[in-house]
């Protein structure tokens, strides 16, 4: 359930009528994370079960791919956090071991080798950087309001270069990411937008750091299609204030919170709770493991 908790400032560019309440009170703001829109973008009904539904519906067992992507980005938050002299290669299997999640492997052998994978991922990329590099923020908390949206959101790591701040996302899956991905990230773009205003510099900037091929897809937004994005989401946010209106004033909520049949079927955490999910075959919980010890060039 959405827990707004602050009041907007009178620059709503929507119509009066959307943004008076019952009473001629203000509607409260939507208060929300890029998982949270990605996951009504994705699938009102997956939203719903993650949201809305109290108790919520039992996620299925853990993925060993989500423990291998906690286990990097820990490691690369221990990274930085070490002193500068600190930071060579040999500290990277301690500081692995010691974010290292267990769940989701098929067995001590294929975690062993994932193990062994994300270490080399590691060496890689740390030998690109400075040691010296400090970023403005590592797995920084930005936060922003707009009209609509009290947004706030984790970014991997927020970089100060030449005047600019830079966003920075790392990536462990298996398929190599483009300009285009960088460019469509509605998360990217509303850091972007947080940062800005966070830090007082400008912030167009967005990068996806792809650990298993070591390559950064890259976009450079502008004042306007940020303001797209941003747009887009609170978009988003009324879409699901609606429904959330429509199961109060007696809707099915199966109706209000429809579902979206597709690929990610497959992967949902709520597949055997959704009656759509719960015709599609189960897939084993390492199987997004299995791609990528298989991949090309990882
Ligand atoms: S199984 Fe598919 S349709 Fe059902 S909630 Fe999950 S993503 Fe949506």
């Keep these: 359930m959405r827990r707004p908790t602050s009041s907007p400032t009178g620059r709503a560019p929507a119509p009066r009528s959307e943004q008076l309440g019952f009473a001629g009170m203000p509607e409260r703001l939507f208060v929300c994370t890029p998982s ?24 299925g067992p853990p993925w060993a791919h989500n423990s291998l992507g906690a286990s ?15 930071r ?35 060496e890689s990329y740390v030998a690109g950087l400075d040691p010296e590099f400090e970023p403005l923020g590592v797995e920084r908390v930005v936060a922003v309001k707009t009209a609509v949206l009290a947004f706030n959101g984790r970014a991997d790591r927020i970089d100060a270069r030449g005047g600019e701040v830079v966003i920075v996302d790392y990536k462990t899956g298996r398929t190599g990411l483009d300009a285009d991905d960088a460019r469509g990230s509605q998360a990217l773009a509303l850091y972007a937008y947080a940062a800005e205003r966070v830090f007082r510099k400008p912030c167009r900037r967005v990068e996806l750091h792809h650990l298993p091929t070591g390559t ?11 303001a797209r994005q941003v747009s887009r989401a609170e978009d988003t946010a009324r879409d699901i204030i609606e429904a959330e209106k429509a199961i109060a004033a007696g809707t099915d909520p199966d109706e209000a919170f429809p579902t979206t049949p597709g690929p990610m079927c497959g992967w949902c955490d709520f597949k055997r709770s959704c009656p759509v999910g719960a015709e599609v075959p189960n897939k084993d919980q390492w199987a997004g493991i299995d791609r990528t010890l298989t991949a090309p060039g990882s």
């Design 72 to 86: 990097v980005h820990t490691a690369l938050r221990s990274w930085f956090a070490l002193p500068p002299e600190r």
């Design 36 to 59: 949270k829109l990605g996951a009504y973008a994705d699938c009102p009904r997956r939203y719903r079960y993650s949201y809305v539904d109290r108790p919520a519906p039992p996620k």
């Design 88 to 122: 060579v290669r040999e500290a990277l299997p301690g500081l692995l071991k010691g974010t290292w999640v267990r769940e989701g492997y098929r067995d001590d052998d294929q975690e062993r080798a994932v193990y062994r994978r994300a270490l080399d991922w590691l």
């Design 216 to 226: 950064v897809a890259a976009h450079d937004h502008t004042e306007a299609s940020i």
